[in-house]
């Protein structure tokens, strides 16, 4: 059941993204592009994200547990370390330089945008070599 409402909620973000024109990485260019072809429309859109994730955030933990799991999976921590600010800060560069998010780039594979099928391959290296670096760092080592 959980895959089922996790493939449909999938569907339905990367609908929105083709809907509101996100997969077309020129929007994300053109809104970091401050002092030439600025277009303000991505800051809608994630206005927009912010305001009903702050709605359902308050909605949701009203509820006992989640509807398509058995409990809620929060955070244990909330120490601001070197991993909180050098993930998103390559996330952002990558971002930038490349005018994807992920969500956007899968989407943008099934339309066939430029740039999508060099962008992906790298985007899974740096995910493999994310996790492959934060399972080195958190593995026990043998004494």
Do not use: Q
Not at 75 to 88: E, M, T
Request: hydrophobic share 55%; with cysteine.
């Amino acid at each position: 059941m959980s895959f089922v409402v996790n493939l449909a909620l999938g569907l339905l973000f990367g609908i929105g993204l083709v809907v509101s024109g996100m997969s077309d990485p020129a929007k994300v260019l053109n809104f970091l592009d401050l002092f030439g072809t600025w277009d303000p429309s991505l800051a809608f859109v994630m206005g927009g994200a912010v305001i009903t994730t702050f709605i359902g955030y308050r909605l949701v933990f009203r509820r006992p547990k989640p509807v398509a799991a058995e409990a809620f999976h929060l955070p244990a921590g909330s120490a601001i370390d070197r991993r909180i600010l050098v993930g998103p800060a390559i996330f952002g560069i990558g971002w930038g330089l490349g005018g994807f998010c992920p969500g956007p780039a899968l989407t943008a594979t099934a339309l066939g945008a430029a740039g999508t099928y060099a962008f992906l391959p790298m985007m899974f290296l740096g995910m493999w070599l994310a996790r492959r670096t934060v399972d080195r760092h958190t593995s026990p080592v043998a004494a």
